[in-house]
């Protein structure tokens, strides 16, 4: 199966003022096209074809790095549309609030380590909520990495290459990280993601 790329699940310019349209032009209309289209350009005619999303960034990771990055990247940015939403942030569904609070210690524990994880990774990459053995856990990762590689299930993941944030907050991660948090965050499709990898 090709890859594609999904309409934005809102209109590019819905999330304003803490992502722009000009910002969600650029980043869904082209970097994210672009690994579709170098992704399927990749894995023509290789053992990746025909294979689900899931399984070629899986079985590419450490063995085929042009298949690997672009279908990394599609894979991140598929969930990374869907993790945002307008007038996002605010109250976390019960059930998730009482594992993030079992796991940090508090809601604001939680957060600070997120915000620490995407300030932290050097160049490009991801911060992550991620479950694994059960638990939930906070983690970076560099350039199209996911918890996926690494044996856990991301539940959310902010996007932290500055094709992600430079349009709207120039050097300023640390702004651009507490704003996904407290006004973009979609915490339905969170929930929605962590029950269903705790089942
Ligand atoms: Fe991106």
Known sequence: MSFTLPDL????DALQPFMSKETLEYHHDKHHLAYVTNGNNAIKGTEFEGK????????SHGKNPAVFNNAGQHYNHLHFWKWMKPNGG???PGALEKAIVDSFGSVGKFKEDFVAAGVGQF????AWLEVKDGKLAVSKTPNGESPLVHGATPILGVDVWEHSYYIDYR??????LKAFLESLVNWDY????FDAAAK
Do not use: Q, T
Request: zero cysteines.
């Open 171 to 176: 050097n300023r991660r640390p702004d651009y």
């Open 52 to 59: 689900s999303l899931e399984e070629i960034v899986k079985g």
């Open 190 to 193: 969170v929930a929605e993601r």
């Open 9 to 12: 699940p809102y209109a590019h």
């Open 90 to 92: 605010g109250k976390i």
């Open 123 to 126: 160049g490009s990459g991801w």
